[in-house]
């Protein structure tokens, strides 16, 4: 199979213009004959369907929540970027593209980030349109802040609900298309699998979750906006239901997964407090610019933070990486405090936490300042762990936030499959290894308002995309084999619930697919994933019936698809012999213990095809070439 | 610590439902309450019984997904919390917990604790929004917006949909949900221009879907869980009758 990313020629400033120019149009009165289906109300997929049927397309949108305003963008709490330079700062397009081709450890593709960069303004401009309460100056203009580790203050931002603010600004946008009948919306409907039709993406087939009904869906072309798959590790700080079935199943039918290995591990999050815990809840990373991290220096210090004298105080990101200190770039942060705690250094209760100190900073300048740049931190942070910060130091640990990898996708964001898109977290383009904080909103929105609604017109009038045709046998095969692996999972009633192979799939996944990664460990994982999905498959418990309301039965699917995710993401670390961002194998590191990148072997895209049940997945490369930016080791010391 | 749970259990909408009793026991002070329900569901789940159904998704009480009645009070005892970051330290060791659904005739019950919120986004679809087209925006930083007017629509933003205001109000009422829906676009130019249909057509559909009147109990701020205030009820009732009053826009 030969992978084709459709890069426009010409010099990058001006490949996303005379792409443009290229695409073929659909003409306006012609619009309304085709049909789309766009599965995800998240930032991109709401921005996608609403987009879409503002231009004429008729919609078909669904999402598992009740709602489309829950879609899991919503958590978002940070900020957007975009290159407006409103500060007078220095940025610009290129710097924007550049810190975020570098921020990605050189392993994204150039043109894709480059358009993102580009569009970045348009976003900015289409939300304070649609009414996003913005923070602003005195003066009534837009305010901005520096996040993440950027040197300059490109970051909009909505006091901490960033992404609640602009999804339900997608989600008004939507919702008006709905009122207008453009757009048919079915919440609390799961897309279980993905039709094809003479190869090309024709449908989907759903189960509605509250009657439990099974059903397919026909379109022209089908678009996948259904987030990461972070929950592979069960304890994450993404929401309770966010799964990978929708991109798994596609992944089945033919389209190429990208990178499954690049995982984002986020550093500031509270530490669990027992077996019990659901989920993790993420801490926003302002709080590095003014807390500072640390550990004591001697092993099973069990004194209170307050008692531990400076010297016997190991500010360990500030004596690494003196230029960077405390706001070293997130894979780095969450693998020194990894490693810390490793070393029997670790706080708290279980270990597994390191301090994030005020002390300093309300000595500095105040509680009141703190109070005002953090107080809604620090509040959620003492109602979670009944601990006031102002007075004792956090405790914070790393755990898995977003994932980088994703569907393969050319230029067009179109898969090798022809007519299925993937927008968003799903697909794997803009991000490398390594993601920079508050460019997730970016690239959501860009996919869906600016990028999307130009590339899919192209395919809908090209030869091959013929009208689809609901009866075609396909439709029903594709109903059978759900309706099949539906009954299966109801049949074997066995004696373990779904949650406790979840939680036992999700840490072996994070002790050998986490933040550090061996050849032997992933080779172990491979073999105890495979052990335990064999019994799931003979020994998992799913109550109640198919034909209602079951909240088992939906777990239950996602579980079995997140088993062989897990061999598939385990395979890809194994094969990437080489650290970079997220992806750390300890056999390649520097000497001071930095991941060590291996350009001459590994600088191109791993994308697998899916060759059949029980036979090992078959890897395609696409090369990754820069041409604007030189490939450097990146360094923050 | 121990606990006897009184749980509602309703297997569809159209059967009726009852109150029925479980043990939760050895539950740590730490636990939310979500979580707590997990380790009930668990032991129903081996036993054979159907787990609980009630809704939950993000846990970080942003998502506005979880929705329990607990001991009367939506979202349970503590002020401006959603039922995901209730921690069980909150109760005492032995107490008997009452959780039900929501209770509304526009939020009928699908299935135990789960109920069908759909109003909402009808409501909204009826005008809460910006008829603006992707791509026809205006530079961003053509049109200042006041700071304080920023802050309030802000305030006003933060709801998260959840439904506590209309579960707490003894008359089912929506009107903090649709005023906070109403401000948050009015208080910002770039939703002046729409104002006047907005609320009209917002009002209407809120009393179609059958959500009932306000009468100033303020039940619904205290249990909101983003302490959205009632004062943008006041604000929507003065945009309503200014907009009964003005021509429509030439």
């Known amino acids: ?14 490949k996303w213009d005379r792409h443009r120019f290229r695409l ?33 397309y008729q919609v078909r949108s669904f999402c598992y929540q009740d709602s489309p305003r829950r879609a899991h963008s919503i958590a978002a709490q940070g900020g957007i970027n975009a290159a407006k330079n409103y500060q007078n700062d220095g940025d610009s397009v290129r710097r924007l593209f550049y810190d975020t081709v570098k921020g990605g450890d050189f392993r994204s593709r150039e043109a894709n980030v480059y358009r993102l960069a580009q569009v970045s303004g348009n976003i900015i401009d289409q939300c304070v349109a649609q009414g996003v309460p913005f ?40 919702a008006r298309q709905i009122g207008l009948g453009k757009v048919q919306m079915h919440p609390r409907t799961e897309m279980l699998d993905l039709v094809l039709v003479d190869g090309h993406a024709k449908g989907i087939v759903t189960r509605d979750l509250v009657t439990g009904e099974i059903q397919s869906q026909a379109a022209d072309a089908v678009v996948l906006a259904t987030g990461g798959y972070a929950n592979v590790f069960y304890l994450s700080t993404n929401a309770k239901g966010c799964n990978a079935t929708a991109i798994f199943r596609a992944y089945k039918k033919g389209a190429l997964f990208a990178n499954p290995c690049y995982t984002q591990i986020h550093p500031t999050c509270i530490p669990a407090s027992g077996d019990y815990q659901s989920k993790l809840t993420l801490m926003s990373e302002s709080l590095r610019n003014d807390g500072r991290i640390w550990v004591p220096k001697k092993k099973g210090d069990r004194r209170p933070p307050a008692q531990i004298p400076e010297e016997e105080r190991d500010y360990y990101l500030e004596r690494k990486y003196p230029s960077y200190g405390n706001l070293a770039p997130r894979d780095i942060s969450s693998r020194s405090a990894k490693e810390v705690c490793d070393a029997g250094l670790g706080v708290g209760e279980n270990g597994n936490g390191v301090y994030l100190d005020f002390r300093d900073a309300i000595r500095g300048l105040g509680k009141k300042v703190i109070r005002e740049r953090y107080g809604n931190l620090f509040d959620m942070y003492e109602k979670i762990t009944h601990e006031n910060p102002y007075e004792v130091p956090m405790r914070i640990y790393p755990a898995p936030h977003y994932t980088m990898g994703g569907l393969w996708v050319d230029y067009n964001l179109m898969s090798n499959v022809p007519g299925l898109y993937v927008l968003g977290e799903a697909n794997f383009s803009d991000h490398g290894a390594n993601r920079l904080g508050a460019s997730a909103l970016m690239q959501g929105l860009a996919d869906g308002y600016f990028i999307l609604p130009y590339t899919i017109g192209d395919y809908l009038v090209s030869a091959g995309a013929q009208k689809f045709a609901a009866d075609r046998p396909e439709f029903r095969q594709a109903l059978d084999d759900v309706r099949g692996r539906t009954s299966r999972l109801l049949s074997i009633r066995g004696r373990r619930t779904v949650d406790s192979f979840h939680r036992e799939l999700g840490s072996i ?45 939906e777990r239950a699917g996602r579980v079995a698809d997140f088993f062989d995710f897990a061999e598939l993401m385990c395979a890809d670390a194994l094969h990437r012999r080489e650290s970079c961002g997220g992806h750390f194998r300890e056999e390649f590191q520097t000497a001071e213990g930095e991941a060590r990148r291996d350009d001459r072997n590994f600088c191109y895209v791993g994308a697998w095809e899916f060759a059949g049940e029980g036979k090992p997945p078959r890897l395609h490369k696409e090369p990754l070439t820069f041409e604007n930016i030189q490939l450097a080791e990146r360094s923050y010391k | 610590m121990d606990f006897e749970l009184h749980v509602w259990r309703q297997k569809s909408p159209k059967e009726k439902g009852r109150m029925e009793v479980y043990p939760a026991k050895g539950i740590h002070a730490d636990m939310s309450f979500l979580e707590m329900l997990d380790v009930v569901n668990e032991g129903l789940a081996s036993q054979g019984v159907e787990p609980i159904a009630f809704d939950h998704d993000c846990r970080e009480g942003i998502c506005g997904m979880c929705s329990l009645v607990i001991n009367g009070i939506p979202h349970g005892p503590e002020r401006a919390t959603t039922t995901c970051e209730l921690y069980m330290r909150h109760f005492k060791d032995g107490q008997k917990i009452f959780i039900e659904p929501w209770r509304a005739r526009a939020f009928p019950v699908l299935k135990d604790l789960i109920v069908d919120r759909s109003a909402f986004d009808r409501v909204i679809q009826a005008g809460g929004y910006v008829s603006v087209n992707t791509g026809s925006a205006p530079e961003a ?68 879907e059958g959500f009932g009147n306000c009468t100033n109990q303020y039940e619904c701020e205290a249990v909101c869980p983003k302490a959205i205030s009632v004062s943008f009820i006041s604000l929507m009732n003065r945009e309503y009758l200014k907009s009964s009053f003005q021509p429509p826009a030439v």
């Open chain 1, 1 to 14: 199979m030969e992978l084709n990313p459709k890069i426009p020629d010409g010099p990058i400033e001006e």
């Open chain 1, 24 to 56: 073929k149009l659909v003409n306006p009165a012609n619009k309304r004959k085709y049909r789309i289906i766009v599965v995800g109300t998240g930032l991109a997929g709401a921005s996608a369907a609403a987009s879409l049927a503002e231009l004429g």
């Open chain 1, 135 to 174: 923070a602003r100056e005195y003066s009534g203009y837009l305010a901005n802040r520096s996040f993440g580790g950027a040197q300059v203050s490109r970051t909009f931002y909505a006091r901490g609900q960033t992404g609640q603010q602009l999804l339900l600004g997608a989600y008004q946008a939507l």
């Open chain 1, 509 to 553: 996944a994070w002790n050998h697919c986490g933040m550090a990664r061996t050849e032997a460990g992933l080779q172990k994982a491979l073999s105890s994933i495979a052990a335990l999905k064999s019994e799931f498959w003979k020994d998992v418990n799913v109550p109640g019936e198919g034909e209602e309301l079951n909240q088992s039965l």
């Open chain 2, 141 to 208: 930083n053509t049109l200042p917006v006041p700071k304080d007017c920023a802050e309030l629509s802000m305030d006003a933003a933060a709801c998260i949909g959840c439904g506590a205001c209309v579960a707490a109000c003894k008359n089912a009422s929506a009107m903090l949900f649709v005023a906070a829906k109403v401000s948050h676009l009015g208080l910002l130019p770039q939703g002046r221009v729409e104002a006047r249909d907005r609320v009209q057509s917002m009002v209407k559909a809120m009393d179609q």
